[in-house]
């Protein structure tokens, strides 16, 4: 039996849409051994909605490392618990994806390599913003190159907590892409490519003023907006009370801030604004982490 704990991401981080993200100190965990039939059981976080048959994604992902290594996959015993809240923002699907492929490979005493592993989870899921941290921990910034995924694994120095503002309905991924534009203007394409640049140069040299300054985005954001009811004053209120910076956490409804110094304030403001448009909402607050997926083999 194999045990992995996955933890809850953030993806975009502002203007870096589909291509950055960053793990949080919130966990999924997926147990897994061979069974002679497949019984799947959930605890947590989405436990009444979640599949418990073939379709269910920890059991798809992990079938799909069976396939890649051309392995019978057998019946399985599969017990998850979530934290990480489902369809709100924070990587819910990632983990599973993650959980399942990671679970799967060290069952199969690990023949996929860390390359493989992040192609394969990011095959599964679309894009890797999501899934590369919830695999590797820390900032990730990825994209797929002419034959192989390329990635970048970014270890900020500043001492930052992320505020996150979970609504309590959930916003499905695929409802959050379907009110994107097919084409962008020339001139937000360019403000995303420039602040995406800015952002990894802020964390890479620690520059808490140009991180303040370069969170903002042009190609998702505005769009999404008109699916979580005081999107924008709960971003532009929660800055007024400190915030480094305030995002839409992946594709929402979840708004995350992110701060170095006491945060209550901030915390504040981010209810009392939702809650001023009929949204209630949890506050967390997460600390980005660095270390992905572990893994416990008993």
Not at 114 to 143: C, F, R, S, W, Y
Not at 167 to 194: C, G, H, I, W, Y
Request: charged share 20%.
């Amino acid at each position: 039996m194999v045990k992995v704990t996955v933890p809850a991401t953030t993806a975009n981080l502002g203007p870096g849409f589909d291509t950055m993200g960053m793990a949080l100190d919130m966990y999924n965990t997926v147990e897994m051994a061979i069974h002679d039939s497949l019984v799947i059981t959930v605890s947590g976080e989405g436990e009444s909605d979640i599949s418990l048959n073939e379709t269910n994604i920890v059991y798809q992902a992990a079938k799909m490392v069976f396939d890649q290594v051309e392995q019978h996959c057998p019946g399985l015993r599969i017990h998850l618990h979530n934290e990480v809240p489902v369809a709100r923002g924070l990587g819910s699907s990632a983990a599973a994806v993650v959980g399942g492929v990671v679970a799967a490979n060290a069952l199969l005493d690990n023949p996929l390599c860390e390359q493989e592993l992040a192609e394969l989870v990011t095959k599964i899921e679309g894009h890797p913003d999501n899934v590369l941290p919830a695999l590797l921990g820390g900032v990730i910034v990825a994209g797929w190159g002419k034959d192989k995924l390329l990635y970048q694994k970014i270890v900020p120095g500043i001492q930052i907590e992320a505020v996150v503002a979970i609504p309590e309905f959930p916003l499905a991924t695929k409802k959050a892409r379907e009110v994107l534009p097919s084409t962008v203007s020339f001139q937000d394409a360019l403000f995303n490519v420039n602040r995406a640049s800015l952002l990894v140069t802020a964390l890479i040299t620690n520059n808490l003023q140009l991180l303040a300054e370069v969170m903002e985005d042009r190609l998702h954001q505005p769009y999404r907006c008109t699916l979580i009811p005081g999107m924008n004053e709960v971003i532009e209120n929660a800055k007024a009370a400190g915030a480094l910076g305030v995002v839409l956490s992946g594709a929402g409804p979840t708004i995350l801030a992110l701060t170095t110094d006491d945060s209550k304030q901030v915390q504040t403001v981010m209810k009392e604004v939702f809650e001023a448009h009929g949204v209630k909402c949890n506050i967390r607050v997460l600390k980005p982490i660095l270390s992905g997926a572990k893994i416990d083999k008993s």
